[in-house]
C-alpha cells in the first residue's frame, strides 16, 4: 500500500516547474539549453529593496511576525491598494503569506468543501485545477477560444456556473497567454456575476504593473457590487523581481482573510520577517524602475511575436501583458508529432529550447515562451525554433 494519502494521489507536481528542472539538468550535463520555460523576471531585486532586507536583519527583525503579516507591510498593501486601484481595505481585510501561491491555496484550502465548484478558464496558471483538487473541490474548466484572446465571455462564463459553484478564478493579465481583461470586459462578466450570489471571485492580479501599449489595467474588485465577494491576491515577486523572497498577499473579505490566517497559522506560520521588511519597501520606495523595466519586455514582446509569426506552421496572437507568449503549433502537429508534449519535448531534445506545452494549461496545439529572458538568448532560442520547425514539414 502507498504510503501517500488520497488527497495528494489527486494532484501532480507543476509542470512548469518540471519543465525549468529539466532544462537545469541538461545544462549541468554540458548541453547548450535555452530555457524560456521559467516564469520570473531576469532583472535583479532593486538595490534600496535589498538594503531594507540588510537593515531589518541588522536591527533583529529576526524573529516571528504576526502570522498573516507585519502591522508595517499590512499599512503599505492598505496604501497601495488605496493609491493604485482607489480600493479601500482596513488592515483586517489584508493577509500576507509566502508568495502569491500560498494565498491562492490558503483561500481555497479555507473556504472549498468536497463537491464544490471552482470555475477556470483555460489556458490557466497549472496550479489553480490542482489546488482545487486537493482541497477535494471539482475544478470546471472552461476552454476559451484563441478567437477572443483565450478570455472567458460572459455566455460562457452564464452557462458554467451552478449551485455548486464556490469561486471563479479570473487572472489579468494571464500566464500563460498574456491577455488582459479590460475594464469593459470585467464589467460585462460582473454583470453575470452580480445576479450569481454564491460565487465569490478569486481575482489574481501578480502581473498587474506588467502592461504594454494602451492597456489600462482594471481590477474586479473595483466593481463596487463586488467587492464583498472578492479576494484579490497580488505580490511582489512578478513586478519587483523578488521571486526568490516569497512575499505575496491578499485583500478581501474579513472571514475569508481570518480563515486564511487560521490555516497558515498551523502550516507555515509567518512568512519570512525580512522579506516582509523588504516588500515594506518594494510597495512604498520608488516605483520608477517598473517602467523602464516594462519598456524592456516589451521590446522583447515586439521582438518574439513577430519572429514568431514569420515561422511557417506557428502563429502567435501580440499580447496586452505579463511576459509570455502562447503561440498556436496545429498546423505542425500530426503524424510525426501528434501533441504539443511531442512537440516541446523534440523541441528540447533537438534543438535545446525549452518551453511548457499548452496541455499543462489545459489548451492542447498551444507552447508558452517566458520572454523574460536576454534579447540575445531570444535571437538564438527563436533561430533554432524556426530551423526546428523548418524540419518538421
Ligand atoms: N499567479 C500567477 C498567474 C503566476 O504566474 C504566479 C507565479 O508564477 C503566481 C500566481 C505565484 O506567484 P508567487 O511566486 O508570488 O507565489
Given at each position: 500500500?502507498?504510503?501517500v494519502?488520497?488527497?495528494l494521489?489527486?494532484i501532480?507536481?507543476?509542470?512548469?516547474?518540471?519543465?525549468?528542472q529539466?532544462?537545469r539538468?541538461?545544462?549541468?550535463a554540458?548541453?547548450d539549453?535555452?530555457?524560456?520555460?521559467a516564469g520570473?523576471?531576469d532583472f535583479d531585486?532593486?538595490?534600496?529593496?535589498?538594503?531594507?532586507a540588510?537593515?531589518a536583519?541588522n536591527?533583529?527583525?529576526?524573529?516571528?511576525?504576526?502570522?498573516?503579516g507585519?502591522?508595517a507591510l499590512?499599512?503599505?498593501?492598505v496604501n497601495?491598494?488605496?493609491?493604485?486601484?482607489?480600493?479601500?481595505?482596513?488592515?483586517e481585510?489584508?493577509s500576507?503569506g509566502?508568495?502569491?501561491?500560498?494565498?491562492?491555496f490558503n483561500?481555497?484550502?479555507a473556504?472549498?468543501?468536497p463537491?464544490?465548484?471552482?470555475?477556470?478558464?483555460?489556458?490557466?496558471w497549472v496550479?489553480?485545477?490542482?489546488?482545487v483538487?486537493?482541497?477535494?473541490?471539482?475544478?470546471?474548466?472552461?476552454?476559451?477560444?484563441?478567437r477572443n484572446?483565450?478570455?472567458?465571455?460572459?455566455e460562457?462564463?452564464?452557462?458554467?456556473?451552478?449551485k455548486?459553484?464556490?469561486w471563479i478564478?479570473i487572472?489579468?493579465?494571464?500566464?500563460p497567454?498574456?491577455?488582459?481583461?479590460?475594464?469593459k470586459?470585467?464589467?460585462?462578466?460582473?454583470?453575470v456575476?452580480?445576479?450569481?450570489?454564491?460565487v465569490?471571485?478569486?481575482?489574481?492580479d501578480?502581473?498587474?504593473?506588467?502592461?504594454?501599449?494602451?492597456?489600462?489595467?482594471?481590477t474586479?474588485?473595483?466593481?463596487?457590487?463586488l467587492k464583498?465577494?472578492?479576494?484579490?491576491?497580488n505580490g511582489v515577486?512578478?513586478?519587483y523581481?523578488?521571486?526568490?523572497?516569497?512575499?505575496?498577499?491578499?485583500?478581501?473579505?474579513?472571514?475569508?482573510?481570518k480563515?486564511?490566517?487560521?490555516?497558515q497559522s498551523?502550516?507555515?506560520t509567518n512568512?519570512?520577517?525580512?522579506?516582509q521588511?523588504?516588500?515594506?519597501e518594494?510597495l512604498?520606495?520608488?516605483q520608477d524602475?517598473i517602467?523602464?523595466?516594462?519598456?524592456?519586455?516589451?521590446e522583447?514582446?515586439?521582438?518574439v511575436?513577430?519572429?514568431?509569426?514569420?515561422i511557417?506552421?506557428?502563429?502567435?496572437l501580440?499580447p496586452?501583458?505579463?511576459?509570455?507568449?502562447?503561440?498556436?503549433?496545429?498546423?505542425?502537429?500530426?503524424?510525426k508529432l501528434k501533441?504539443d508534449?511531442?512537440f516541446v519535448?523534440?523541441?528540447?531534445?533537438e534543438?535545446?529550447?525549452?518551453?511548457?506545452q499548452?496541455?499543462?494549461?489545459?489548451l492542447?496545439?498551444?507552447?508558452r515562451?517566458?520572454?523574460?529572458?536576454?534579447?540575445?538568448?531570444l535571437?538564438?532560442?527563436?533561430?533554432r525554433?524556426?530551423?526546428f520547425?523548418?524540419s518538421?514539414?
Open positions: 500500500m502507498s504510503i494519502s488520497n488527497s494521489k489527486r501532480k507536481p507543476s509542470p512548469t516547474i518540471a519543465v525549468s529539466k532544462a539538468e541538461l545544462k549541468a554540458g548541453k539549453v535555452i530555457g524560456l520555460g520570473e523576471p531585486t532593486p538595490d534600496n529593496i535589498k538594503k531594507a540588510i537593515e536583519i536591527k533583529g527583525d529576526t524573529k516571528y511576525t504576526a502570522v498573516d507585519t502591522p499590512k499599512k503599505a498593501i497601495k491598494f488605496k493609491r493604485e486601484n482607489n480600493l479601500d481595505y482596513s488592515t481585510q489584508i500576507v509566502t508568495g502569491g501561491k500560498q494565498i491562492i483561500a481555497i484550502l473556504t472549498v468543501n463537491g464544490d465548484e471552482v470555475i477556470i478558464p483555460a489556458p490557466y496550479s489553480y485545477p490542482d489546488i483538487l486537493l482541497a477535494g473541490g471539482k475544478p470546471k474548466i472552461v476552454k476559451c477560444s484563441e484572446n483565450f478570455k472567458i465571455t460572459p460562457e462564463l452564464k452557462k458554467s456556473i451552478t455548486k459553484t464556490k478564478i487572472n489579468s493579465p494571464s500566464n497567454t498574456g491577455s488582459g481583461y479590460n475594464q470586459e470585467l464589467k460585462a462578466l460582473g454583470e456575476l452580480k445576479k450569481n450570489k454564491n465569490f471571485i478569486l481575482s489574481d501578480i502581473y498587474e504593473h506588467i502592461t504594454y501599449d494602451d492597456f489600462e489595467f482594471f474586479i474588485a473595483q466593481i463596487k457590487e464583498d465577494r472578492t479576494l484579490t491576491m515577486s512578478k513586478s523581481a523578488m521571486t526568490g523572497w516569497r512575499i505575496g498577499y491578499g485583500a478581501g473579505p474579513k472571514d475569508i482573510i480563515a486564511m490566517a487560521k490555516l498551523q502550516s507555515t512568512p519570512s520577517s525580512i522579506s521588511a523588504a516588500a515594506v518594494a512604498n520606495g520608488t524602475f517602467k523602464t523595466r516594462v519598456e524592456s519586455f516589451k522583447r514582446r515586439d521582438f511575436v513577430t519572429y514568431l509569426n514569420s511557417k506552421g506557428l502563429s502567435c501580440k496586452n501583458g505579463a511576459f509570455y507568449v502562447f503561440p498556436n503549433c496545429k498546423k505542425l502537429l500530426g503524424k501533441t508534449k511531442d519535448e523534440k523541441l528540447l531534445g534543438a535545446l529550447v525549452a518551453v511548457v499548452g496541455s499543462a494549461f489545459g492542447d496545439g498551444y507552447f515562451i517566458s520572454y523574460a529572458t536576454s534579447m540575445d538568448n535571437k538564438t532560442a527563436l533561430e525554433i524556426k530551423s520547425c523548418e518538421l514539414s
